[in-house]
């Protein structure tokens, strides 16, 4: 079974930048899409990126089209959420998840394996 865990979060101010970064332990993921979602206190958990296994194709939620940009090295077995030009409203947990499946998915239900979660904060 594969275990993601993400890093990379904290407190910025808002149009400052952060890294989240997820890897896997259990087992290599290079084979298996992996995705981003965040929660809101109080919301569902919503869709924010997905890439491919090999990293050809990407996905974006229309509100981090742009801003955000997912990469991922299979060697390391870590894939890399590059986040710029942050506003209040990205404020969330930050969930990494891996699914048993090499083509992207937006639905939260195609992931397999999901991590803790990770906080950031951006200050108006």
């Known amino acids: 079974q594969v275990r993601p865990v993400e890093s990379g979060g904290g407190l910025v101010e808002a149009g400052g930048s952060l890294r989240l970064s997820c890897a896997a332990s259990?087992?290599?993921?290079?084979?298996?899409?992996v995705g981003w979602f965040r929660r809101v206190p109080g919301k569902e958990r919503e869709f924010v990126a997905t890439?491919?296994?090999?990293?050809?194709?990407?996905s974006y939620a229309d509100s981090v089209e742009g801003r955000f940009t997912l990469s991922r090295d299979n060697a390391k077995n870590t894939v890399a959420l590059q986040m710029n030009s942050l506003k209040p409203a990205d404020t969330a947990v930050y969930y990494c998840?891996?699914?048993?499946?090499?083509?992207?998915?937006?639905?939260?239900?195609?992931?397999?394996?999901w991590g803790q979660g990770t906080q950031v904060t951006v200050s108006s």
């Open positions: 259990g087992r290599t993921f290079s084979n298996y899409a």
């Open positions: 890439i491919s296994w090999s990293g050809d194709v990407t």
């Open positions: 998840a891996i699914r048993d499946l090499p083509r992207i998915a937006r639905m939260e239900t195609s992931y397999n394996y």
